[in-house]
């Protein structure tokens, strides 16, 4: 999260548009977590699990769930990059 609240920062100070990486990435998910899914009475911090991350469009057995969620991660966080690269 350090990581992201640095490049915010940067792109904030830069007067640049702030992009969140999409949630279906580790970055994503625990940022939707902090930012949208807290509530601030019952927030628990966590560390990043498969329960965090938005689930894929068809039932799956669980490894393969799991596989579907890291090749979905990667490709997104790539397009996410792309972009971030292309805007500066």
Known sequence: MGLLAGRFAVLEHQGRAIIPPPSTTALG?????????????????????????????QRLHKSARRASFVSRARADLSVWLGERQAAA
């Open 29 to 57: 998910a625990l940022l939707n977590h902090v930012t949208v899914g807290a509530d601030a009475k019952t927030f628990q911090p966590m560390n990043c699990n498969f329960g965090l991350f938005p689930l894929p469009d």
